[in-house]
């Protein structure tokens, strides 16, 4: 059986983390699988928006523990660089839009997998649990960083160190997910926003992932700089050149990536 489903719906790649079994923990083959399946997402036809989500009712509970995992030892951070950090750093890097959908409990790495996407939304049973405190173990999946960037020092120090469930509603309400929705409507409105995603100027979505990215550890001038080159690039496509003209026009935008 396949850990990680894709299919395409138009111009929107679907990927569904597929071991339910286990809540879709990072075990066996899944995480080479997550990686391949980003890949592919740049290959021709190349899609233009992407959602993740999870097959049954969790997204994805973090690590799958059993077999050798104790007796890895320092070894484990060699494992996390060669699986876990290779799958953040691929959906950061993604130069299209990740739409990532939390169905029921993101645990772990799994904050982390959903927390890289650009535009995460969750079901209103949806729970984000960094459950490593309770295990004595540290964090991973980029949640170090995450967490920190959404929602403060404050808020992202009492969840990891105490470990406790944060709810849908209140995930919406400290900024750490864009949205929430009723558990039946999820998937149709991650479909939504990915479609419209998909719609528009692909170029300059990727150019605005790149500099929301890069102006984290940036100073001012240097955001600056960056801001002024990206726009260059941005203003020889045939996309700015429609986006301007449908403005004027008083129409609707038919961008191409080009």
């Known amino acids: 059986m396949s850990m990680v489903l894709t299919e395409r719906r138009g111009a929107v790649a679907v990927i569904t983390l597929n071991n339910p079994d286990q809540y879709n923990a990072l075990g066996g083959s899944l995480l080479d699988e997550l990686g391949g399946a980003l890949d592919g997402l740049t290959e021709a036809p190349r899609a233009r928006a992407v959602v993740i989500t999870g097959a049954g009712k969790g997204f994805c509970s973090g690590a799958q523990f059993g077999g050798d995992a104790f007796d890895a030892g320092n070894g484990i951070a060699a494992r996390i660089e060669a699986t876990l950090n290779p799958v953040i750093e691929k959906l950061r890097r993604l130069p299209i839009p990740v739409v990532v959908a939390v169905n029921g409990a993101a645990a772990g790495a799994g904050v982390g997998i959903a927390l890289a996407g650009d535009i995460v939304i969750a079901a209103r049973s949806a729970r984000f649990i960094l459950s490593f405190v309770r295990l004595g173990a540290a964090l991973d999946g980029g949640t170090s960083l995450f967490l920190q960037r959404s929602i403060g020092v404050a808020r992202a120090r009492a969840l990891a160190m105490l470990g406790e469930p944060l709810s849908a509603e209140v995930a919406e309400k400290w900024g750490l997910i864009w949205k929430v ?70 129409r609707t935008a038919r961008f191409e990536g080009k």
């Open 181 to 250: 929705t009723e558990d039946a409507d999820l998937l149709p409105e991650a479909l939504n926003i990915a479609r419209r995603l998909a719609d528009g100027p692909s170029i300059g979505l990727g150019l605005i992932k790149d500099q929301l990215e890069m102006a984290w550890s940036a100073t001012v001038p240097d955001a600056l700089d960056a801001e002024a080159l990206s726009q260059g690039r941005a203003f020889v496509t045939n996309d700015l050149r429609e986006g301007v003209a449908a403005f004027m026009q008083k």
